[in-house]
């Protein structure tokens, strides 16, 4: 045998260590010392065995079998228990078939006697080999462990058999023998023995919190000592305190796959957290959900200290970073919760168990290592279960480092533990306590605090064994990277960490697809329809495209599902206005019986910013194919269509206002075709056919069209280009088909063209002083422009039929650059260039110069716009930023230059395809103010020269309006996306504004055509209110210009929220001033009292209620009504559809109930917010298709405005009072309910008062002994506001004062109607 502290580890026979004539002599001693005490049975006698001088030592007779009588039995073929049982039985050993066979007698002979003390044996032919299997800690001298056992896995085999005392999901307690397995091989010799003992301890799997020496016997047993069989009694032991058997390993290796158990157990308890936070249904879900991909973990190993920084980066995918290194690792959890961590083509299997005393790790071909927990050195702690026989120190004494300073039993053995520094030990437990590993056993108050062992932290470069496996980059170093890139890019599309930029990602992904065309094993491709989720055939039809561009689509057409793979599902229960919480508990809930499906969507949700970055990245790739692949393309609009509709409020930002852009462009032909198409038209159409064609819509003959044909070769297409590009920005301004525009061509870049224009609303009749000069010139490119200003050759203003005077010599000066440039390189030169021309420029009468470039030409887009840029004289002649990008004409009719009067300014969104602008304005602020603290309001507003026809039968005018309208509020939300939220978290935008201005002319009576636009607004505020609110639209104006042949009148209809009253319509007839064209006065329809015309001043302190109730995610209550309204005309439109009729006037009427001071409710109308407590009632008329002739209700709301929403005693008593009217009158009652809670008021008049009598006044830490009011402001309380007793605090120097017992309020204005708690 091979033992340790006498104790066996290996047993093995026939001992050939011993001659077997000296082994005979053992077994002749054996023999005669059972003989004569007379000892009947089995038995083992043990002997010590001097190999130097070949002479033996008797040491015990056990009498009994041995645990390893399974060694006896492999070399004699011997069953013992059986043979026990005959002897019991009265049968003679010699009589016994085995025993016969071992001393060789044949089968037949069953009769000849036997001597055993004569008679030898048959020398076996087999050697036996036995380990035993204990719960001991090997790295630890062998001491003993306990604890549970969750697997054992091993397979019996001819050659070696083993059995276990106990079996999975067991466990070893600390009052048992370690021993609880024994391994039995054989083989035809000692060597063959040892090697198969050797392969079946490989072999054995053994998980749970105990340890075991398994892989200590292998390493033992391949010693070459062992090997050789020298071997005595000292040696394990000498081996053991030498600890020279031992794992080998790399250090940085043990290091890494330390942190990368720890890291995987991490990921896995977040998702497990997440997952059961899912189950309860809790709030803030996504805040959970975006911790779910970094780790920080920390690995102490050999006086190191590793600081890990994790991402996980795919499912089964992490990246690592240690000191300068980046590693990667695809890591995959096994069912026996074991981990194949790869890295590169480099995989190791890592099993990992945490204890008390630190991380056990097991790596599969370098063995056990543990990472000790690094415990501070003043506390001694137990190393393992056991009882506590006695403390070697007495309590108080000073105990050195290394010395003893308790016994622990553990398994019958007695162990001490020694401490780890000198110092004054504290006993912390009692002799006799049973103590589990960890346990802190005493306290160490230390000698010498510098002494203890500190840890150096790592830096510098980290190199694992696997280092020649992987691919490593420069910066920063990285291995084991995923090789599918669109497989990287669906991991950060699923939620993942991304590990370089999110867009560098997508267009790799991308840019592979298509490559991969040219590999030996691309696929076909009518496969790739499959991979694309069954795309339009037109996306892999045309055979003229190239394999890998229709790759590239098919990965983009992947990306894109993917994302809206998630977004669709949160989109579906988002509601305007509300937090986004809302939203996830309507995913939790239609998920609970799939939790680990709610946390991968809310991993994804976590990680909008990277998604949307993904996003894109892939529209850009797509948007560049355009005019090389678009056949293909056309598969992929359903999917951005699905973008473009998202809701604004998702937080989905610039990709909505992509995939807009792109979803108009994909269906278009390229610019240059279209181009070419405009530029037939117009060779072929005579010259009075100019006007009709600048009714083209801009697709076809835009301004973006028309500038890039002023530089063509042919004289009549530059010529009648530039009469369109006036007669088509000028068609509201007077400039009709039958007007004289003057064009003059003198060569390419070498054009100049006069017109005269009136404001819109001008008539023709209020004389010629009204109107202005227009003049252009058509350059080739800024040099051109130069030399232009320069010789100061600007068109005289007399050239035209009036003179300047009778002009009032107002011009407006064009030039048309035929090539683009730098744009702010442009404006600065043009200022200065004007500036230096001023009094040229003064001569000719010109005010304003407008610059048109063209957009730069790409292949990218389908649409590209000239740009615009304008400059006034009383600005210096420097640009004017708020017309940028606009055209002179838009500026007017936009009425832009109103707004600037009250607001600063600034643009945050164009649509250059139907002169669509979107503005924030911030109010301007008064002397002395700061504008920051301003509110702000979004005008989002849109010129139309569409003709409408409000009399053509079959409704389609208010199809055309329905969809103008939609526009303006899409290009609203895509301008809010990247500068201003779509819902309540903007702190200072408070609502937003709807305009837009019909410029065709409507032959109609003012009265009807308003008539006509209120029932439109209640259709559309019915249709599309919910998207409304998600905007804060406030405010929607529409403009129309009235008459025949010339404009008659304008009327201004508006339907706004700014005054209380939910979308509350008014129509105003608008008179404008002749010179600038601007509103001058207003007067209602029906009416004849003129008001001034300006931006009609709301309430303020309605606006700031309305703004509160809507950071609360709410709505204002008063303006419920209206929506309530609203709701009634879409439920009566439903009813008219299917059984006819009419929708009946005055839907609802509303009274306010208000609390008179007696206490009772009274109905009285009065204006919203006029309420002083945070409860509002009404009781309504509702005219419904069931009751057409209307019934009433009454309507209780919270006013979520009032002390923050929170409700009290008036509150309460309120909703009493209401509730009691409704039961009285016998009426159905509906309560809005939305509030922050009880309000719990607090006696505001001590708060200042109050005082602190400390217990220790030096240090606060130690607590106060009670609150106290000074005499004087005691006294001034009225009584009952507080209960105290006197204190003479003359010892304490506090001079007499009041010790606060309870705190009443009684008297006091700060409790007056309650402080809220009596209601709950």
Request: charged share 25%; proline share 4%; net charge neutral.
């Amino acid at each position: 045998s091979t033992q340790r502290r006498f104790q066996k580890i290996f047993e093995e026979g026939p001992p050939v260590v011993v001659p077997r004539d000296k082994f005979r002599e053992m077994e002749r001693a054996a023999q005669r010392l059972t003989k004569n005490i007379g000892y009947v049975g089995a038995g083992t006698v043990e002997y010590l065995y001097n190999v130097e001088t070949n002479r033996f030592y008797f040491l015990e007779l056990n009498p009994r079998l041995q645990v390893e009588h399974p060694v006896t039995e492999a070399i004699t073929q011997v069953n013992l228990p059986a043979t026990q049982v005959q002897v019991a039985m009265g049968i003679p050993l010699s009589q016994m078939p085995q025993i016969r066979k071992f001393y060789g007698k044949a089968p037949s002979d069953q009769q000849s006697p036997i001597d055993f003390m004569q008679d030898d044996y048959v020398y076996p032919t087999v050697h036996c080999m036995a380990a035993r299997i204990t719960a001991e800690n090997p790295d630890d001298g062998f001491k003993p462990t306990s604890g549970k056992i969750d697997r054992i896995k091993f397979q019996s085999s001819v050659a070696c058999w083993g059995y276990f005392s106990v079996w999975t999901h067991a466990g070893i307690h600390e009052f048992a023998d370690s021993q609880f397995g024994h391994l039995f091989a054989r083989g035809a010799d000692r060597e063959e023995t040892r090697k198969t003992l050797m392969l079946a301890l490989k072999n054995l799997d053994i998980v749970g919190e105990i340890r075991n020496p398994v892989e200590y016997l292998v390493e033992l047993l391949a010693t070459e000592a062992f090997v050789r069989n020298h071997i005595d009694t000292s040696w394990l032991d000498g081996i053991i305190k030498a600890k020279s058997v031992k794992p080998h390993y790399k250090h940085t290796d043990v290091v890494f796959y330390a942190a990368v158990f720890r890291v995987v157990q991490a990921a896995r308890a977040r998702d497990q957290e997440l997952a059961d936070a899912v189950s309860k249904r809790r709030l803030g879900l996504i805040g959970q959900a975006a911790g779910m991909n970094g780790f920080e973990v920390e690995i102490a190993f050999e006086g190191m200290r590793y600081n890990f920084r994790a991402l996980r980066t795919g499912d089964n995918s992490y990246a690592l970073d240690v000191g300068d290194d980046r590693i990667l690792a695809q890591i995959r959890v096994q069912p026996d919760c074991s981990l194949l961590v790869t890295i590169g083509n480099f995989v190791t299997k890592v099993f990992g168990t945490e204890d008390a005393l630190g991380l056990r790790l097991r790596l599969q071909g370098i063995g056990t290592i543990v990472l000790p927990t690094i415990y501070d050195p003043t506390e001694l702690r137990s190393e393992f279960n056991g009882k506590i026989i006695r403390y070697l120190q007495p309590d108080g004494s000073t105990v050195k480092s290394g010395d003893a300073y308790v016994e622990l039993e553990a398994m019958k053995m007695i162990m001490p533990l020694k401490a780890g520094a000198t110092g004054r030990i504290s006993h912390a437990k009692g002799v006799g306590s049973i103590v589990q590993a960890g346990e802190l056993l005493a306290s160490l108050e230390l000698e010498d605090p510098s002494s203890a062992q500190t840890l150096s932290t790592f830096h510098g470069h980290f190199e694992l064994a696997a280092a020649a496996a992987m691919a490593r980059e420069q910066t920063p170093k990285a291995s084991g990277a995923l090789s599918d890139p669109l497989a990287n890019a669906l991991s950060i599309m699923d939620g993942f960490a991304p590990i370089r930029s999110p867009e560098a990602v997508a267009r790799e992904a991308l840019s592979a697809s298509a490559s991969e065309a040219d590999d030996e094993q691309c696929i076909d491709i009518d496969t790739l329809s499959v991979i694309g989720n069954s795309l339009s055939s037109t996306e892999v039809g045309d055979s003229s495209r190239s394999e890998g561009k229709v790759r590239a689509i098919v990965a983009a057409g992947t990306l894109l599902e993917r994302y809206l793979d998630v977004e669709r599902k949160f989109a579906a229960h988002a509601l305007p206005g509300q937090s986004e919480d809302i939203a996830y508990a309507a995913l939790v809930e239609e998920g609970k019986d799939d939790p680990k499906g709610v946390v991968a969507l809310l991993r994804a949700r976590s990680q909008m910013e990277a998604r949307n970055k993904m996003v894109l990245a892939a529209l850009e790739v797509i948007n560049s194919m355009q005019g090389d692949a678009d056949k293909q393309l056309l598969g992929l609009a359903g999917r951005i269509q699905a973008l473009a509709e998202l809701p604004a409020a998702g937080g989905h930002g610039e990709v909505l206002t992509m995939a807009r852009r792109l979803s108009k462009q994909l269906g278009l032909q390229s610019c240059s075709e279209r181009r070419a198409a405009l530029k037939g038209a117009i060779r072929t159409q005579p010259l009075e056919a100019m006007g009709k064609l600048s009714t083209w819509d801009s697709s076809k003959a835009g301004c973006d069209l028309l500038v890039g044909l002023l530089q063509d070769d042919i004289e009549l297409v530059r010529s009648k280009a530039l009469e369109l590009f006036i007669r088509r920005t000028y068609r509201a301004f007077g400039v009709s088909h039958d007007s004289k525009v003057l064009v003059t061509d003198v060569g390419r870049g070498k054009m100049s063209a006069r017109w005269r224009f009136r404001h819109p609303g001008v008539s023709m009749e209020e004389g010629s002083t009204q109107a202005w000069n227009g003049q252009c010139i058509v350059v080739s490119d800024l040099v051109a422009l130069t030399k232009f200003i320069r010789n100061a050759s600007f068109p005289s203003s007399q050239d035209t039929k009036a003179s300047p005077r009778e002009c009032g010599n107002r011009c407006r000066l064009h030039a048309i650059l035929g090539s683009a440039s730098p744009f702010e390189m442009m404006t600065e030169q043009v200022q200065a260039m004007l500036n230096s021309a001023q009094a040229a420029l003064r001569v000719a009468g010109i005010c304003e110069f407008v610059v048109v470039m063209p957009a730069a030409p790409s292949s990218a887009s389908a649409l590209h716009y000239a740009t615009f840029a304008t400059a006034r004289e009383g600005s210096s002649w420097g640009e004017v930023q708020m017309r940028r990008d606009m055209s002179p004409t838009v500026f007017s009719l936009l009425e832009v230059s109103c707004l600037a009067k009250e607001y600063e300014l600034e643009q945050i969104g164009h649509n250059a395809e139907w002169s669509s602008h979107v503005f924030l304005g911030t109010q301007r602020s008064e002397p002395g103010t700061a504008s920051s603290a301003h509110p702000q309001t979004v005008f989002a507003r849109l010129v139309s020269h569409s003709r409408i026809n409000f009399e053509e039968p079959g409704g389609r005018w208010s199809d055309q309006l329905e969809a103008m309208l939609l526009g303006i509020a899409h290009d609203l939300e895509s301008a809010a996306l990247g500068r201003v939220p779509a819902s309540a978290t903007s702190a200072r935008v408070v609502d937003s504004r709807l305009f837009l201005h019909l410029t065709s002319l409507v032959d109609s009576e003012p009265s009807a055509l308003n008539s006509m636009l209120e029932g439109f607004m209640q259709h559309f505020v019915s249709r599309h209110g919910a998207r409304l609110q998600k905007s804060w639209v406030d405010e929607i104006v529409i403009k129309v210009r009235l008459g025949r042949d010339t404009c008659q009148a304008t009327l201004r209809f508006a339907a706004s929220s700014r005054n209380g009253e939910y979308m509350k319509s008014v129509g105003l007839l608008e008179k404008v001033h002749p010179a600038c064209g601007t509103p001058a006065t207003r007067m209602p329809v029906g009416s004849s009292e003129e008001v001034v015309a300006g931006t009609t001043a709301a309430d303020d302190k309605l606006r700031a209620k309305r703004m509160a109730a809507r950071r609360a995610g709410s709505t204002y209550a008063p303006e419920f009504l209206g929506m309530l309204e609203a709701a009634l005309v879409s439920q009566w439109a439903a009813h008219c559809r299917q059984i006819g009729g009419s929708v009946p006037k005055e839907l609802l009427k509303s009274i306010e109930l208000v609390m008179e001071p007696n206490g009772e409710l009274k109905e009285i109308e009065r204006a919203p917010g006029l309420n002083d407590i945070g409860m509002i009632a009404w009781r309504l008329m509702l005219k419904t298709p069931e009751y057409p002739d209307g019934r009433s209700i009454i309507l209780v709301a919270n006013d979520v405005t009032h002390k923050a929403g929170s409700f009290g005693v008036a509150e309460d008593s309120f909703f009493m009072k209401a509730t009691r009217y409704a039961r009285d009158h016998g009426l159905p009652r509906i309560h809005l309910s939305c509030n922050s809670g009880a309000r719990v008021g607090l006696v505001e008049e001590l708060m200042p008062k109050l005082r602190i009598k400390w217990n220790d006044a030096s240090d606060p830490a130690r607590g106060f002994e009670y609150l106290y009011l000074s005499e004087d402001d005691f006294k001034q309380l009225p009584s009952g506001a507080a209960l105290a007793r006197r204190v003479d605090g003359t010892s304490d120097g506090l001079g007499p004062h009041f010790a606060l017992e309870a705190i009443v309020g009684e008297g006091l204005a700060s409790t007056v109607g309650g402080i809220g708690v009596e209601n709950l």
